[in-house]
């Protein structure tokens, strides 16, 4: 069995997170819901959802209220990304993010996550999938309809 580096497991989570933007970004929910392992855990505020299934039904309402408020097309843009290897094979992640719309920048925040290599052949995030990722905004802009 390889044994992986650090800088690998680094590039690897880093990758798994820039593609959840694009995902998010792309409206490509499904493998978006994906990129959660079984037990994966969502945490944004005070909701949480757990596993893929859960994930999606929430990514899914949320790009409904996204088109209704007329947000898109929109892009997350992440930022400060810091990847902390572990000794057990998993990582922690921080990483900071913005959203803008069709109105220009709605609110930031950021990310923390716990992430796992995968267990299964999906191409998306490389071979890592989020055991927690929990979101937390920081601030919305004037006239948010988020906030």
Known sequence: MKTVT????????????????????????ERLAALFG???????GAESFTGPTEVLGLFTRTSGQFVDADFLPARHHLSSIYV????????????????IGTR?????????????PAIDDI???DGWRFARRRVITEGFAPGSRLA
């Open 104 to 116: 220009g920048l709605d609110h930031w925040g950021t990310y923390r996550d716990v992430v796992v």
């Open 38 to 44: 079984a037990d994966g855990v969502l945490e944004i």
């Open 6 to 29: 650090r800088n690998e497991i680094r590039a690897g989570v880093t990758n798994l997170l820039t593609t959840y933007q694009y995902l998010a970004d792309t409206g490509k929910v």
């Open 123 to 125: 191409a998306d995030g």
């Open 84 to 99: 902390e290897p572990l000794p057990d094979g998993s990582a922690k992640a921080y990483a900071c993010f913005q959203f």
